[in-house]
């Protein structure tokens, strides 16, 4: 279509001016046309360079077909404006990667019924001071951003489409804008991406999806608002938020999303109500580090597609749940390190196939008048230092109501637990909790289940219709005052003060204290998250590694790290083992019974005999030395060898495999073993199997279960347990078919002061942290001096002790106007904390 002519209807009262005329070109038409002026331009292709200085009105005729007035340069900005004019039934082209089609750099312009076709670095682009009302505007830029905000630009957009971009649909960028009904859609990075200090975004009731990378991106201190917004088919997380970031949403719904539907981070805060989050891959909310924060208040998040928890909450942050709702999940809510919290209320967890609520390495959980139903396990406290309370909370038709483990110490109040498929609450491995007015009703198994000799306490706690009866305890048992149970016959009973305790053991009738255990209490087992492996605060360390992000429960396959494919060949995995710190002897045994297996593999090849190597293994040594991560090294070097079909861990632990019942502790070994099918089945604190004082335990069960399965498929699990040298002694003894499986131990020794060091020194580097001068002899001093007793936790101490010098750190450097580089990132001896009294 050739070029028409342009008629300028002047809206001026000047007399020298004549109202109307005829114009060639635009450009002509432009520089006669004044404020008021209105040009109809006529269908053409015009190939000119626009530029609107005046409030004029800019339109094709009237009645046009749309896209029959095109205005499409050979390069540069197809239409650039200026003023407060408007535009109207325009078509517009560019193909310059270095400048947008559109541009608007000053008024308050009004847009309609815009149609941008171009290859262009952004489709439109609001600058300065400009304030456009952009409506049912379409933008197709396959070749960069579709709308972009800059530089204190701002306006509002209404029922505007991002049909295409090859970058971010919409991105803001020190701006300002108002998005209504908008449609973002087929872009590349993100959806919308709104980045730097200043900048902001508003958008209601848009839709985001089909985006190659994540939904809405918030970044670098920004801020956005999102009501009544969609997002959904990503390729990506949903929704991230990232250093210092602020975002609202309200109403939204989030679904149909492959990775986190929510993650966010380095201090980011969120705000969501009445939100919906579904069909995710991967956890629902992922919140990290600390100072980050999340807030939902009537949000219902659902419909899990992966195996990971709904709600992930760890490194130091924190989460509030009000009227919440989250049901049909593989895990409700994982929270875990240190600082980490998260408060609970008036919440549902439901339908959930593994455990609702899982509080591990010193992190705190609270819940108050919250309902769960229909879980494996409704809360379970993993470890040392993990606590918090549940307050007037129901437990319902689950397998186990509660679990105390490793040295964890809830507070527990007026909870009931009701139709457990075996105990109410159960206490072992040195698990410690304070139970006051709680109850359990209906229970095929124990009311309460104390064993190992756990200090916890019981205090006016009442049983009924428990089928193995009330109260179970160890001879060491808990102290209980004030508990009675109503048992119908099923159970022994026998006095105690204050009470009946119901199913008690001889000896162990009235109330007591329980004395330690010599076991892993105080001693939480470290984990990776399957999305940070080799990237997170115990990379490199040594530390021992198990459940995080990527798993769902103590019994769940560990993946292996991420972008790491199921190729990576032997020599790969053996350089990762020789890159831990320490553990010499351990990668010298573990590289001798690799040679010993590859070499019997070539000699198969060629036709010779080969010696039949024991792959099954002990390992022994402190909490923290690295069992955990040589043993996933150890899976992924078999997979190579072609030993193994996969060489995945699964990680297990007693209360894994010993059930409440006659039969359910070898239907459960017999699960965890199919799970490990093709790869590695890793006990921890195989000891526990096997208590000294076994009584009535079914700990023996799962050890013999384990023996049979062990030779009936000796070619398709390799197991390895693992725990304190002494006890797995002992443990060797006690199935004369346990020693002759296991014909090799590997003993992880403790780390020394310059490997603590060494992980120090890995943790800064990973994180971004120098030490200053003096710093490095400062902490070879302090790890020569730390006490190193049983709570010492080796490759863990050195991670806890970094943490706690970024602290302190932090609290110097916060008081400083404006640090520089050096003072951001240099620990210095003053940084250091204190020596404990003991370990």
Request: hydrophobic residues 35%; contains cysteine.
């Amino acid at each position: 279509m050739v070029q028409g002519t342009v008629q300028v209807t002047h809206g001026g009262t000047s007399r020298w001016r004549r109202r109307s005329g005829e114009y060639p070109t635009l450009t002509a038409a432009l520089a006669a046309a004044v404020d008021g002026d209105v040009l109809s331009i006529a269908p053409g292709t015009y190939r000119e360079n626009l530029v609107l200085r005046h409030a004029v009105t800019l339109r094709g005729p009237e009645g046009s077909v749309a896209g029959s007035v095109r205005i499409a340069p050979l390069d540069g900005i197809a239409l650039t404006v200026r003023a407060s004019a408007v535009v109207q039934d325009l078509y517009l082209e560019g193909a310059d990667r270095a400048a947008p089609a559109l541009l608007v750099e000053e008024g308050s312009p009004e847009l309609t019924d815009l149609r941008v076709h171009t290859r262009s670095a952004s489709g439109i682009e609001v600058r300065g001071g400009a304030r456009p009302l952009v409506r049912r505007c379409t933008v197709e830029n396959p070749a960069g951003v579709g709308i972009s905000v800059l530089d204190g630009g701002g306006g509002v957009f209404e029922e505007c489409e991002v049909v295409v971009a090859g970058q971010a649909g919409v991105s803001v960028r020190g701006g300002h804008p108002r998005l209504e009904r908008c449609r973002i859609h087929h872009a590349v990075g993100a959806g919308i991406a709104v980045t730097g200090e200043g900048s902001g975004l508003e958008a209601l009731g848009c839709e985001v999806y089909e985006v190659k990378g994540t939904g809405v991106q918030v970044a670098a201190r920004a801020a956005a608002r999102l009501t009544d917004c969609a997002v959904h088919r990503t390729s990506a997380d949903g929704v991230t938020l990232d250093t210092d970031a602020v975002l609202t949403l309200t109403g939204c719904d989030i679904h149909d999303i492959p990775e986190n539907a929510v993650d966010l981070r380095s201090r980011s805060v969120l705000t969501l109500s009445r939100t919906t989050v579904r069909r995710f891959g991967r956890n629902g909310l992922s919140v990290w580090d600390p100072g980050t924060r999340v807030d939902a208040e009537s949000c219902e998040i659902h419909d899990s597609t992966g195996d990971y928890p709904a709600v992930w909450v760890s490194d130091g942050a924190t989460a509030s749940l009000e009227s919440c709702r989250l049901h049909d999940v593989p895990d409700a809510l994982f929270v875990l390190d240190r600082g980490s919290r998260v408060d609970v209320v008036d919440s549902d967890l439901s339908q959930v196939r593994n455990t609702a609520v899982s509080v591990s390495d010193g992190a705190s959980a609270q819940l108050d008048d919250c309902r769960i139903r229909e879980a494996g396990t409704g809360a379970w406290f993993r470890d040392h230092g993990s606590g918090g309370s549940l307050a007037n909370c129901t437990v319902d038709a689950v397998q186990t109501g509660v679990i105390v483990t490793k040295g964890a110490d809830p507070v527990l109040e007026r909870c009931t637990v009701t139709s457990a498929a075996e105990a109410g609450f159960y206490v072992s491995a040195g698990g410690r909790g304070t139970f006051t007015a709680c109850r359990v009703t209906g229970s095929s198994g124990f009311g309460f289940h104390v064993i190992d000799g756990c200090r916890t306490t019981l205090t006016r706690c009442h049983t009924e219709r428990c089928a193995r009866g009330g109260y179970e305890f160890a001879e060491d048992g808990p102290l209980a005052e004030g508990c009675t149970g109503d048992e119908d016959g099923t159970g022994p009973a026998a006095g105690a003060a204050g009470g009946v305790l119901a199913g008690a053991r001889p000896g162990g009738t009235g109330p007591r204290t329980a004395t330690a255990a010599r076991d892993s209490a105080g001693h939480p087992a470290d984990r990776v998250p399957a999305s940070r492996t080799g990237a997170g605060p115990d990379a490199g360390a040594g530390a021992e590694t198990g459940t995080g992000a990527g798993s769902s429960a103590a019994a769940q396959a560990v993946p292996a790290p991420a972008g790491a494919g199921a190729a990576r060949g032997s020599g790969e995995v053996l350089g990762q083992l020789d890159a831990l710190v320490g553990l010499d002897s351990v990668k010298r045994e573990v590289r001798a019974l690799t040679d010993m297996i590859e070499v019997g593999r070539r000699r198969q090849q060629a036709g010779l005999k080969a010696a039949s190597v024991r792959r099954h293994l002990v390992f022994t040594g402190s909490p923290g030395t690295g069992k955990t991560t040589v043993a996933r090294l150890y899976g992924e070097i078999l997979a190579a060898l072609g030993v193994l079909e996969r060489g995945h861990l699964v990680e297990v632990s007693r209360v894994d495999l010993v059930g409440e019942h006659i039969g359910s502790t070898a239907i459960r070994t017999q699960e965890a073993f199919d799970r490990a099918r093709g790869g590695v089945l890793f006990i921890d604190e195989a000891y526990a199997l096997a208590p000294e004082d076994s009584g009535r335990d079914f700990g023996r069960e799962a050890i013999d279960t384990l023996v049979k399965l062990m030779e009936d498929h000796r070619d398709a699990v390799v197991v390895i347990v693992a725990g304190y040298t002494e006890e797995m002694e002992r443990f060797l003894t006690v199935n004369p078919g346990v020693a002759s499986r296991f014909s090799r131990t590997i003993t992880f020794g403790d780390y020394g002061p310059q490997e603590l060091l060494r992980i120090v020194e890995q943790q800064a580097e990973e994180h971004e942290y120098r030490l200053g001068e003096g710093t490095g002899e400062a902490l070879l001093k302090y790890f020569t001096e730390l006490p190193k007793g049983p709570a010492f936790g080796n490759g863990r101490t050195a991670r806890q002790t970094f943490e706690a010098m970024v602290e302190r750190h932090a609290g110097r450097v916060a008081q400083l106007a404006d640090p520089g580089t050096d003072e951001l990132t240099l620990l210095f001896p003053e940084d250091l904390p204190a020596l404990p009294a003991e370990c």
